[in-house]
């Protein structure tokens, strides 16, 4: 069956230290695979995309990498800081269903000062 | 970047009763909204594909007739709960896809939150 997961333990670490979140999925060939952020009672704001011929895609302090061989993207958040604390959701875009998102259950993520 | 708004933001209601939520696409013209429903400590489920003047596409075990999709105009869906019970009650999100080349970014908007009594 297809499934995709996510660390569903919330995730604690130290501010200025790189938190490593990870999405496996399984049965799914996905031309894209997103990443999203969550704050409590909010709707999810698109943080990186990356393609699945893309082995790696970064935006300021966020770096995304994609393994289709895996079936395993990583979303690290280098110097991390109080201000990322939220809860940050992996979905896959698959060929050929319209564009439609498929979202894991998401990790919670809290950056103590 | 792209701005998607809901309406409202909060609504509690009595069963039986029918609510409309509205989601519109303020800057940018959308031919594809999708609506989830987000229970607590749980992802997004996907509910339905909205396509301007067409019928909504369902997911499987989403009741059709009891969530009602419009998409009337390329800025406009809305879902309406008809006959709402306590177990409908829920946080519900609309998202936008534009299409830049060949991206598929989605853009969100900020949620309603339904109780229904």
């Known amino acids: 069956s297809q499934k995709i997961e996510q660390n569903s333990e919330a995730l604690n670490i130290q501010e200025g230290k790189t938190a490593t979140l990870t999405c496996n999925y399984t049965?799914?060939?996905?031309?894209?695979l997103q990443w999203y952020r969550q704050d409590p009672g909010r709707g999810p704001v698109f943080l990186l995309l990356i393609r699945e011929n893309e082995k790696e895609k970064r935006k300021e302090r966020l770096k995304v990498t994609f393994d289709t061989t895996l079936k395993q993207s990583l979303f690290h958040i280098t110097a991390s800081q109080p201000a990322d604390s939220a809860t940050y959701l992996c979905?896959?875009?698959?060929?050929?269903?319209?564009?439609?998102?498929?979202f894991g259950q998401g990790t919670e993520l809290s950056v103590k000062p | 970047g792209a701005v998607v708004s809901q309406h409202p933001s909060w609504v509690i209601c009595k069963s039986g009763t029918s609510v409309k939520i509205e989601c519109r696409s303020l800057d940018f013209q959308a031919t594809t909204m999708f609506w989830y429903r987000q229970f607590p400590k749980q992802s997004l489920m996907l509910m339905a594909t909205s396509n301007e003047g067409s019928k909504a596409t369902y997911e499987q075990g989403v009741e059709k007739d009891k969530f009602l999709i419009n998409h009337a105009s390329l800025t406009l869906s809305t879902l309406t709960v008809t006959s709402a019970h306590p177990e409908d009650s829920s946080f519900y999100i609309c998202?936008?896809?534009?299409?830049?080349?060949?991206?598929?970014?989605?853009?969100f908007g900020p949620g309603t939150r339904l109780t229904v009594l």
């Open positions: 979905a896959l875009d698959p060929y050929n269903q319209g564009g439609k998102l498929i």
């Open positions: 049965n799914y060939s996905p031309a894209y």
């Open positions: 998202s936008a896809r534009e299409l830049a080349g060949d991206h598929n970014e989605q853009f």
